[in-house]
Each structure stands twice: as C-alpha cells, then as structure tokens.
C-alpha cells in the first residue's frame, strides 16, 4: 500500500509488463533519455526475463524524484547522475552506485552558423579555439545553478573569460523554449543533449562547437555521468536480485557495441515519437559515452570531484569509496 500510494501521489509514469513479485525490481529514472540505453535494450531484448527479473520501470519528473523515491524504498534501483548522488551522502544519505551507465557527458554547446561565418571556427577547430569563441555569445541552460548552468559555466571559464561578465546565460527551462529561442535567434548558442542538439542541427542550422561526448575537451573526459545505485540496505537483502540485473544490463551494453544497429532497434521502442533522422543521430552521438563494462572506474569520480572544486570552489568531504562498489559486477560477469 505504501509503494502504490507514494507512487500514485508522484504522478508517476509507469511502464511495466506482468510481473512475479518475487522477481520483481522496481527501477526509477528521472526522465526518458539516451543515457538509459543499455537498460532499455536489456528489457526490449528480454535479456531481464532470461536472469529472472520483472523489470518496473518509474519515469519520474527529474532526479532528485527519483531518488527520494528510492531512499523511501519505493524504488529499489535508481539510474541517476553521480552528482546526485554525492550530494545525498553530503546530506548523510546512503545511497550505492553499482554499475556505470555513461562514462562521458553526452551533452554540446550547439551554436548558430552565424557563430562559424563570424568568428570562423568550426567543428573541426582545435578545442581551444572554440572556447575562444564563446565570447559574447548568448547561451541558454535550463536553469540557474543546474547542471546545464554549472557546466556552460565551467566551459566559458577554460575559455579564459568571465560567465558573470564575458557571455550572457539565460535560464530557458527544458527543451522546448531551448529551441524555440534558438530557432527564433533570441540565443545564439545553448548547452544540451540528445536529442534536443540533434534537433537543432538538423532543423535549424546549427552546429556542433563544443562536443563533450567525443571526450575532446580534456578537463571533462572520462567523466562518470550515469550510474544505476541503490541503498545499502536494499543490497544487502537482494544480493542476488542486483547481480542479476547487472547480468542483464551488461548484456545489454555488449549488444550496443557488437551490434549497435540491432541495439538502435531495440531502444526505438521507448522513443516512439521521435522523428527517425534525428533518433539516428542522437545515437550516433551517444555511442562513444557508453563504457565497455559496467565496472566503476575511480578515474570517473575524480573527474567528477576535480570539477565541483574547480566550478565550486569547494573540497568534496565524501570519500570517493563511499560512492561506489563494483561486488555486483564483478559477481555477475564471472565465469
């Protein structure tokens, strides 16, 4: 009673097939996203029902949702942002990582060819010159002091400039009003993700002028960006549940890369109104932020530190063993 009424309360979007309850794991994402592709190939594959497992899926209005939802135990798995889940131990909670999702931000600054015409670089100038000539552009986030702001932010300040004096960041909301001001010229450039920069590229004029997923910029490379987690509680009671979800999702994961093309098919089945140029895209553009393996690499969670302190200014106090362990991993892919 508690699950249904907590979730019912959230407006939560449900999608689920029939389920065993003893099987079942109940999974929260904050939104539909690219970033959850080797996870929507395991459940359209029916990679979940080879291990056991009756996948409940929770779409819910942002991560912070999601992982509240979790925390209360009405979700058992959360797939989540790192940064999440740094400041819920900053905030004394609890929360595992135990599989890496996306081990490179997925997200660019796509700019107006005005942009290129005026100040002449390209997708194809060293990235060096193209954090030069973010200097005085017009760059829409959604949000003051969310992640779209913070990393705009970071960005301008390799650049060599000031964010406060040297650009203009104007908070937009989601991605409708991005595009809308970008087709409308009220912007010249904004910092997104798939597919809302395809969108842009494709339909509007624009171009690529910074392209974090390629792992070009190298402050940010590497950067761990997506994690399925749960509480240390949940973990130790369903040990077995988590390694085989695992065993699935990495199922999943090596499909994306021995065969992206069926992969692509398969994940087409959670983006059904997505026109198929610009999915197409998208998932090109998604394909190198995709690990290998599921495993944890510290190497991610130090660009994630390196980075609060150099857009904060401030030390992480959590240490870096506390965010993460690799026990689930390393059970389901043994031999």
Not at 66 to 83: C, F, N, P, R
Not at 266 to 271: C, D, E
Request: avoid cysteine; aromatic fraction near 8%.
């Amino acid at each position: 009673m508690k699950r249904t009424v907590a979730l019912a309360a959230l407006a939560l979007l449900v999608l689920a097939g029939p389920v065993r309850a003893k099987d079942k794991v109940v999974f929260a994402f904050g939104s539909e996203s690219l970033i959850f592709l080797p996870w929507y190939v395991a459940e359209a594959k029916g990679y979940f029902k080879e291990q056991g497992i009756a996948p409940e899926l929770v779409v819910m209005k942002g991560g912070p949702l999601a992982m509240t939802a979790t925390l209360a135990g009405d979700a058992d798995i959360l797939g989540s942002g790192v940064e999440l889940n740094i400041a819920t131990h900053e905030k004394g909670r609890k929360i595992t990582a135990i599989a890496a999702l996306v081990t490179q931000l997925t997200h660019r600054i796509v700019a107006q060819e005005e942009v290129s015409k005026r100040t002449g670089v390209t997708e194809a100038s060293p990235p060096a010159e193209r954090l030069k000539a973010l200097k005085g552009l017009k760059i829409g986030i959604t949000g003051a002091g969310s992640s779209t702001d913070r990393f705009t932010r970071f960005l301008v300040q390799s650049g060599g400039y000031d964010p406060d004096r040297d650009v203009t960041i104007i908070p937009l909301g989601e991605s409708a009003p991005i595009l809308a001001a970008f087709q409308q010229k009220r912007i010249d450039a904004f910092f997104f993700s798939s597919p809302t920069s395809e969108r842009a590229i494709l339909e509007m004029k624009g171009f690529t002028l910074i392209n974090l997923a390629k792992g070009e910029f190298e402050p940010l490379r590497d950067f761990l960006y997506n994690v399925l987690s749960a509480t240390p509680e949940w973990l130790a009671k369903n040990g077995d549940k988590a390694v085989r979800v695992i065993r699935a999702v990495s199922k999943g994961l090596d499909l994306i890369h021995a065969r992206p093309e069926e992969a692509k098919q398969a994940g087409l089945k959670y983006f059904p109104k997505v026109d198929m140029k610009i999915f197409d895209a998208a998932f090109e553009q998604a394909l190198p932020s995709y690990p290998k393996t599921l495993h944890i690499a510290r190497r991610g969670l130090e660009v994630n530190y390196m980075f609060v302190k150099a857009s904060e200014g401030r030390d992480i106090k959590v240490p870096i063993e506390m965010l993460y362990s690799n026990e689930y991993v390393d059970k389901a892919l043994a031999k």
